[in-house]
């Protein structure tokens, strides 16, 4: 005797909504990848910066254990996004 959830999956695995999982991951990584395309896309651009201020990045980046342009760009990326906003 099945319970109403365990007749419910069944009516929905006899179905035709099913989709076989190899189907699901090829689906998630087509969906993953056009993710990366659209919203990683990475341009160069280059700026003047006060020799002080690169020197202060490069420390705190050390200090954080990460390159300073990473931290930089993930300044930048929070700032923009409004993760980080200007303190008076």
């Given at each position: 005797m ?5 007749l ?11 989709q076989?999982v ?14 990366k395309?659209k ?11 006060l ?16 390159p ?13 996004t409004?993760?980080l906003t200007?303190?008076?």
């Amino acid at each position: 005797m099945y319970t109403k959830d365990e007749l419910a999956i069944v009516d929905y695995i006899e179905s035709d909504k099913p989709q076989s999982v190899d189907h699901l991951e090829q689906k998630t990584q087509q969906l993953k990848s056009a993710a990366k395309a659209k919203y990683s896309k990475r341009k160069a651009i280059n700026i003047k910066v006060l020799e002080s201020d690169i020197e202060r990045f490069k420390a705190k980046a050390l200090s954080e254990g990460m390159p300073y342009q990473t931290l930089i760009n993930s300044i930048l990326h929070k700032y923009i996004t409004g993760q980080l906003t200007e303190k008076h």
